[in-house]
């Protein structure tokens, strides 16, 4: 009483192994213990992807500088842009230290279309990567990976951040993008310049926005990237077309 006839063993076993061979290709370990991560490491990454204009591009981001207001400068400005985010989809402390920013770069800021604010506080599982118009305020929420070595036991959250060669981390600070280039790997991608000395290297490393595999925008555990803040490839060309060519972004964590 109790035991499984060795017949109905066998059919359940087999059943079993139907359902594992039909899953597809990646959901099925997805949803347990996370998308896969890059399979290449920094070094490898930046020899293949890396610009050659570096010194060149850096010279050019001198004149952007971190904003030094007062706390009633900042509220003029932040009382321009009170149409912004009108679901509240992007944690406020970020948003505004991204639109001050963008405020008082303003006229060396050539995309002034968007502003994009991601927060690496939250698990990879969240929606983090957020795009905001800087006409309409609408904002486009996604996920977005973070580096490797920002995250040593892959459990989805961002501990880390490094401003170094080879350490495969995620960066905080603010940033400007590019121009777009394809990348031999993942395709079309948007180079980024960083604008702090917290990711000051970010160019240097190829630290790009671009599509990946081990992104998915679903509520799974994402893969991990060499620091790169990739997303779904559903969402890739939208993101790139809409931040190229020296759009603020700002990286940071939120309370």
């Given at each position: 009483?109790?035991?499984?006839?060795?017949?109905?063993?066998?059919?359940?076993?087999?059943?079993?192994?139907?359902?594992a061979?039909?899953?597809?290709?990646?959901?099925?370990?997805?949803?347990?213990?996370?998308?896969?991560?890059?399979?290449?490491?920094?070094?490898?990454?930046i020899?293949?992807?890396?610009?050659?204009?570096?010194?060149?591009?850096?010279?050019?981001?001198?004149?952007?500088?971190?904003?030094?207001?007062?706390?009633?400068?900042?509220?003029r400005?932040?009382?321009?842009?009170?149409?912004?985010?009108?679901?509240?989809?992007?944690?406020?402390?970020?948003?505004?230290?991204?639109?001050?920013?963008?405020?008082?770069?303003?006229?060396?800021?050539?995309?002034?279309?968007?502003?994009?604010?991601?927060?690496?506080?939250?698990?990879?599982?969240?929606?983090?990567?957020?795009?905001?118009?800087?006409?309409?305020?609408?904002v486009?929420a996604?996920?977005?990976?973070?580096?490797?070595?920002?995250?040593?036991?892959?459990?989805?959250?961002?501990?880390?951040?490094?401003?170094?060669?080879?350490?495969?981390?995620?960066?905080?600070?603010?940033?400007?993008?590019?121009?777009?280039?394809?990348?031999?790997?993942?395709?079309?991608?948007?180079?980024?310049?960083?604008?702090?000395?917290?990711?000051?290297?970010?160019?240097?490393?190829?630290?790009?926005?671009?599509?990946?595999?081990?992104?998915?925008?679903?509520?799974?555990?994402?893969?991990?990237?060499?620091?790169?803040?990739?997303?779904?490839?559903?969402?890739?060309?939208?993101?790139?077309?809409?931040?190229?060519?020296?759009?603020?972004?700002?990286?940071?964590?939120?309370?």
């Amino acid at each position: 009483m109790g035991l499984i006839p060795k017949t109905t063993k066998t059919v359940l076993l087999s059943g079993l192994v139907f359902l594992a061979a039909c899953a597809p290709q990646g959901k099925f370990s997805s949803a347990i213990d996370g998308l896969t991560d890059e399979p290449m490491t920094e070094q490898e990454w930046i020899e293949s992807e890396a610009p050659t204009d570096v010194q060149q591009k850096a010279a050019e981001m001198s004149q952007f500088s971190v904003p030094q207001l007062t706390v009633m400068e900042e509220a003029r400005i932040l009382a321009k842009y009170d149409y912004l985010d009108p679901k509240h989809e992007v944690p406020s402390e970020l948003l505004e230290k991204a639109v001050v920013y963008y405020d008082t770069n303003y006229a060396n800021v050539k995309n002034k279309n968007y502003i994009a604010v991601i927060d690496l506080k939250k698990k990879s599982t969240l929606n983090r990567f957020f795009i905001v118009n800087m006409k309409t305020g609408a904002v486009l929420a996604l996920r977005t990976a973070h580096g490797k070595g920002s995250d040593a036991d892959h459990d989805g959250y961002a501990e880390k951040f490094s401003n170094k060669h080879g350490s495969g981390a995620s960066s905080l600070g603010y940033a400007m993008t590019a121009g777009t280039y394809n990348s031999k790997k993942f395709g079309y991608a948007l180079r980024m310049h960083g604008l702090s000395s917290t990711n000051s290297n970010f160019y240097a490393r190829a630290v790009v926005i671009h599509g990946a595999n081990y992104v998915k925008q679903a509520a799974v555990k994402q893969g991990r990237s060499l620091g790169c803040p990739a997303v779904d490839f559903d969402y890739r060309d939208q993101v790139v077309n809409n931040l190229k060519n020296g759009a603020v972004v700002y990286l940071g964590l939120s309370k």
